[in-house]
């Protein structure tokens, strides 16, 4: 009888010791994860998103403006929609920059549109038309490249087209259309901001293809502090990009990602 009496004992202390430890055990694990989650949402990693072809009221242009995070709407200035989407977008608190067409070394001239800054242009007349694209993008806080690899790899004419950014105290947001940039260079000596794409989100009608150049953008952002990336409405974006965006960014918030503007991200990477 002692004997199955101290069985039974032993059987239900084993018994307490193991639920006791299987408690312990979860919650020491959930806390742990709860401060991982904090300490991640503590570190802030910076993505400023930029959305390319604003100012022909594309597909997705409304809904993009209306996407409750800071952006920046790079406009196309010479065209049919051009100041209204700027005002939009300066209502909806966004940034805006000019989308200057420019010349490329692929693709066909129509493609850059009848008014841009071409290679055979005179400094004068491509200061001209920068200017003029200014002075219809409502609140430009700078300019960056639409297509452009011909005029990105063209030291005078770059040199013309940064002359009229460093003027006005901008900044220049190079998108990378070319490996041969000489925006680093001339930005460097005129003392203007300068900005990289690191990613580009679309070009495609893949929702997964855009959420996961995005999550290549914070990680990106996760190793150098921040990143910069490109997208698009219309036909190269507009609602699989919107709905990529709207699906990930509550999440990438949680994991210590902060959405800015172009100005914005000027100021946090140069203190």
């Known amino acids: 009888m002692f004997f199955v009496f101290s069985l039974k004992s032993f059987l239900k202390k084993s018994v307490i010791y193991i639920v006791s430890?299987?408690?312990?055990y979860t919650a020491f694990n959930f806390l742990?994860?709860?401060?991982?989650?904090?300490?991640?949402?503590?570190?802030?990693?910076?993505?400023?998103?930029?959305?390319d072809d604003f100012g022909y009221s594309g597909e997705g242009t409304d809904e993009m403006i209306n996407?409750?995070?800071?952006f920046?709407?790079?406009?196309?200035?010479?065209?049919?929609?051009?100041s209204d989407d700027s005002e939009k977008l300066v209502?909806?608190?966004?940034?805006?920059?000019?989308?200057?067409?420019?010349?490329?070394?692929?693709?066909?001239?129509?493609?850059?549109?009848d008014k841009g800054v071409f290679t055979n242009m005179s400094d004068e007349d491509i200061k001209s038309t920068v200017?003029?694209?200014?002075?219809?993008?409502?609140?430009?806080v700078g300019l960056n490249n639409h297509m452009g690899s011909a005029i990105m790899e063209d030291k005078r004419a770059l040199s013309a087209v940064l002359?009229?950014?460093?003027?006005?105290?901008?900044?220049?947001?190079?998108?990378?259309?070319?490996?041969?940039?000489?925006?680093?260079?001339?930005?460097?000596?005129?003392?203007?901001?300068?900005?990289?794409?690191?990613v580009f989100l679309d070009s495609t009608d893949d929702i997964n293809k855009v959420k996961e150049n995005l999550l290549k953008a914070e990680k990106v952002a996760q190793n150098k502090g921040y990143a910069v990336a490109i997208g698009h409405v219309g036909p190269d974006g507009g609602m699989v990009t919107v709905n990529g965006i709207k699906e990930l960014y509550s999440d990438m918030e949680k994991r210590g990602v902060e959405?800015?503007?172009?100005?914005?991200?000027g100021e946090i990477i140069g203190k």
């Open 32 to 51: 742990a994860k709860k401060d991982t989650e904090t300490a991640m949402a503590d570190k802030k990693y910076y993505i400023a998103i930029i959305i």
């Open 163 to 198: 002359d009229v950014v460093s003027e006005k105290g901008l900044l220049f947001v190079d998108s990378m259309t070319t490996p041969n940039s000489k925006a680093e260079e001339l930005c460097n000596e005129k003392n203007i901001k300068l900005i990289k794409r690191d």
């Open 72 to 82: 920046t709407g790079a406009v196309m200035p010479f065209s049919s929609s051009s």
């Open 259 to 265: 959405f800015v503007t172009v100005s914005e991200l």
């Open 91 to 113: 209502k909806a608190g966004k940034d805006t920059i000019v989308h200057m067409p420019m010349e490329s070394l692929t693709g066909k001239k129509s493609w850059v549109g």
């Open 131 to 140: 200017n003029e694209a200014f002075g219809i993008v409502n609140g430009a």
């Open 21 to 24: 430890g299987i408690l312990i």
């Open 67 to 70: 996407l409750p995070i800071k």
